[in-house]
């Protein structure tokens, strides 16, 4: 279940930006993009895992 970015989550999305998407959004795609784009540079690594963290979670349907 998706939770909300704190300051910890943000820091870490700028340092580690995989860990970042990882302590807001969990294994999900969302990780797994955030890792190959790191893996590509760290400057894209670090906006896709900001946009990621920040953006609200997607509401579920019933």
Do not use: D, H, Q
Request: proline share 10%; hydrophobic share 65%.
């Amino acid at each position: 279940m998706p939770r909300e970015a704190g300051i910890g989550a943000i820091v870490a999305a700028i340092l580690l930006p995989p860990l970042g998407i990882f302590l807001v959004r969990g294994l999900g795609t969302e990780f797994w993009i955030g890792v190959v784009l790191t893996l590509l540079g760290w400057v894209p690594g670090v906006i896709f895992a900001l946009v990621a963290i920040l953006r609200p979670a997607p509401i579920a349907r019933a």
